[in-house]
């Protein structure tokens, strides 16, 4: 019997997807955030749709600092947007 995938909710748009399509944040024990493109890491976690304009939103509405419990920068925010760039599949 072939188990259905896990659905996850992007904390900004709503946006409903499976744990590929969405791209996942993670604060780790020491209070770093990073993006998790495995999907693995230990931590708290928050996902967001892969689409720049919903990374720009999290940050006007510094959606993070609250889903993941910890303060971030708008600095943090343009981190976190440039290593989705980086490990953005084509």
Do not use: W
Not at 14 to 27: A, N, P, Q, Y
Not at 29 to 48: I, M, P
Request: proline share 4%; aromatic share 6%.
């Amino acid at each position: 019997m072939k188990r259905k995938p896990p659905i996850r909710k992007c904390i900004v748009s709503g946006e409903s997807g499976t744990k590929k399509e969405l791209v996942r944040i993670v604060r780790d024990t020491e209070g770093y955030v990073s993006v998790d493109f495995s999907g693995k890491k230990n931590g708290r976690g928050a996902y967001l749709t892969n689409e720049e304009s919903v990374f720009l939103e999290a940050k006007k509405r510094d959606a993070l600092s609250r889903h993941l419990k910890v303060s971030l920068s708008p600095d943090d925010y343009d981190r976190l947007l440039q290593e989705r760039n980086k490990g953005k599949k084509p």
